[in-house]
């Protein structure tokens, strides 16, 4: 590395290391929050977190040309590849919230429609749903 002013010269590489990585863990930190929040089952505030997660893409995003630079970068790679385990297992945990959620809301559905009909005015009175 050569010394200009006192000071030493970062390589491209360097440089877009110290911009990428810091925006990955902040990611990371988001998404691994969420999962435990999920996995143990705690009341979430999903805009909240999806507010996180989206603000962490688009830094990730407008980094697109950093992140070209240090593909190779064993500390990148390490850190994408962490990324998205994490995400992986946002997505099934989302997913089961999201089954367990309409499965709920099906039945809450079907009892209040029950509640309030004996079926005379139902269209199709010979249908189970």
């Known amino acids: 590395m050569s010394q200009m002013g006192g000071r030493e010269q970062l390589t491209a590489e360097q440089r877009a290391l110290a911009m990428v990585l810091p925006v990955i863990e902040r990611l990371r930190n988001v998404v691994e929050n969420e999962n435990r929040e999920l996995l143990q089952r705690e009341r979430l505030n999903y805009q909240a977190h999806s507010q996180r997660k989206n603000q962490g893409l688009l830094e990730l995003t407008r980094l697109k040309t950093s ?10 790679s390490a850190a ?50």
Not at 67 to 76: D, E, F, K, Q, W
Not at 99 to 108: E, H, L, P
């Open 67 to 76: 992140l070209a630079c240090i593909r190779n970068h064993p500390a990148a």
């Open 80 to 129: 994408l590849a962490d990324l998205s385990a994490k995400l992986e297992l946002n997505n099934r945990l989302l997913g089961t919230q999201l089954r367990a959620a309409r499965t709920v809301s099906g039945i809450v559905a079907r009892a209040i429609r029950d509640g309030q009909s004996d079926g005379t005015y139902s269209g199709h009175p010979w249908r189970d749903d």
